[in-house]
């Protein structure tokens, strides 16, 4: 079956760096496209970036244009989000997910498989 697990994240100070990555598995890494959502408290959950499957374009939101990178390594069935210049209010769930339409887009009800999460937390 299809399994995303998400790692990398931790607490850090503001304006520190992060890298989450998610690994894929159960599945032809090429075939579907993957995404990076998160979830705050109290707050419905955002989406961040989002890479094709096949040619490795990617989308970034609003949220993250300026900060967040996705990336993936097919050798390694893994999808990576950076994350730069971090600020207290991106302390939040941070969620992996795929969809089987390779469809590079931030609608949440596009995707159909999602990984457990990894909490970043930024202080001040």
């Known amino acids: 079956q299809v399994q995303l697990v998400e790692t990398g994240g931790g607490s850090v100070q503001t304006g520190e760096s992060l890298r989450l990555s998610c690994a894929a598995s159960?599945?032809?890494?090429?075939?579907?496209?993957l995404a990076w959502f998160r979830q705050a408290p109290g707050k419905e959950r955002e989406f961040l970036a989002a890479i094709s499957a096949s040619n490795g374009g990617t989308y970034i939101g609003d949220t993250g244009r300026d900060r967040f990178t996705i990336s993936k390594d097919n050798a390694k069935s893994t999808v990576y989000l950076q994350m730069d210049r971090l600020k207290p209010e991106d302390t939040a769930v941070y969620y992996c997910?795929?969809?089987?339409?390779?469809?590079?887009?931030?609608?949440?009800?596009?995707?159909?498989?999602w990984g457990q999460g990894t909490q970043v937390t930024v202080s001040s």
């Open positions: 997910a795929a969809n089987v339409r390779n469809a590079v887009a931030g609608y949440e009800d596009l995707y159909d498989y």
């Open positions: 159960g599945y032809t890494f090429t075939t579907y496209a």
